[in-house]
């Protein structure tokens, strides 16, 4: 079951990274990163998403609706460009197929539960949740982006509400 805290995060994925928002430069310490602001007032919700990436990277969504709060923090990104050239594809091409996907899995993908699409053509999207420990609460999963079988791109995420 989503909490409210979970379900802002999937509504900063939507209206986010998947959705095409504003995108904003910010320095954290001595570092330039990407990120997104939003807020939903008829929530009472805040939506922070900070990132700094290349082909591989990472980064931290935080989400708060009253007094509940939740973090997604994340790793991973595109495989070696060896492997994709191999296959004869490229980083915009991978990238393309997970933003056209994240829209339509926003709801399911990234949290508690399996997401497994049927395939794209040869692409497949896939978030598998890996582990749960609920005396924390802390549950880990594994985005992945495959390509005539073959992984192209990989995303750990680390859930946790913030108590």
Known sequence: MMSNADNVLTMGLKAGYAGGSQRQTVTRGPF?????????????????????AKRIGGGQEIAQTGDEMATRVFAGGI????????????????????????????????LHEPV??????????????????PDLPLSIGVETISYKGEDVFVHVFLNTPIV
Not at 83 to 101: F, H, N, P, R, W
Not at 116 to 133: H, I, Q, R, S
């Open 79 to 110: 495989v070696k460009p060896e492997k994709l050239q191999q296959l004869g594809i490229t980083e915009e091409q991978v990238m393309a197929y997970l933003k056209s996907t994240l829209p339509n899995v926003a709801d399911r993908t990234r």
């Open 32 to 52: 330039t990163l990407k990120a997104t602001e939003l807020s939903f007032p008829e929530l009472d919700a805040k939506y922070n998403d900070h990132w700094i």
């Open 116 to 133: 497994d699409l049927a395939p794209d053509g040869d692409w497949k999207y896939t978030y598998t949740p890996m582990k749960d420990y």
